[in-house]
């Protein structure tokens, strides 16, 4: 229930603001009955991660997914947007929005994986805290690491001084595959492809109306 929570709220923002009396009827007519006290928490806690808006409308309390900028770029806009990307945790922001619309059992891999592949390296524990994997969640799925293993790598001490943008703690661990599986490289496929379209404006390009399926 609390991924189909996440991914249903994350789903009736797209596009909209709705209040919390807006989104618990939504979620209803959608077979989702929480609690408002509960639904509240969520919201909340979604905000503080920066993955929600909260905008005061009182007596309500409005959310929204943060808005991306359509402006055409000028000199300004392009010294705008030059700031913007050298927010050195914008990028991990990013992959924990698209992260969180997955089931949770997945989200280790699936970080481990696209990580892995953004920056040709393993993937930093400070990374995965950065994409919204807790300690506990690492330590209960370590328990059975199935397909991802901490990298006993020489070269980690190299790697840790090269990464400039974050600061990773001399003694971080680092996680790579243990091998590679269907589902999660199509679920790291999805989280890239959320990540290009949050960086790019598609208007014109992207459908209106969705296809259920593109094959024929």
Same mark, same amino acid.
């Given at each position: ?55 005061? =409308? ?51 891999? =699936?970080?481990?994986? /696209? ?75 999805? /989280? ?25």
């Amino acid at each position: 229930m609390e991924e189909k929570l996440n991914f249903k709220l994350l789903e009736l923002l797209e596009g909209r603001r709705l209040s919390i009396s807006g989104l618990s009827r939504e979620l209803k007519a959608r077979g989702i009955d929480e609690h408002r006290l509960v639904l509240t928490g969520y919201l909340r806690a979604l905000r503080d991660l920066k993955i929600l808006e909260e905008i005061e =409308v009182p007596p309500s309390k409005i959310y929204t997914l943060p808005e991306k900028t359509t402006e055409p770029i000028s000199e300004k806009g392009k010294e705008s947007k030059t700031t913007e990307l050298s927010n050195s945790e914008e990028i991990y922001s990013i992959l924990r929005t698209q992260l969180l619309k997955i089931d949770l059992d997945c989200r280790i891999p =699936v970080g481990v994986y /696209v990580v892995s592949k953004l920056f040709e390296r393993p993937c930093f524990r400070r990374e995965l805290k950065l994409i919204g994997v807790t300690q506990k969640h690492l330590e209960q799925y370590l328990e059975n690491p199935d397909i991802v293993c901490e990298t006993q790598d020489a070269h980690l001490k190299k790697a840790r001084a090269e990464i400039t943008r974050i600061e990773i703690p001399p003694d971080d661990p680092a996680y790579e595959m243990r091998e590679s599986r269907e589902e999660v490289t199509r679920l790291a496929n999805e /989280v890239l492809a959320g990540l290009i379209k949050h960086r790019i404006d598609l208007e014109g390009l992207v459908a209106k109306s969705k296809q259920t399926t593109l094959l024929p």
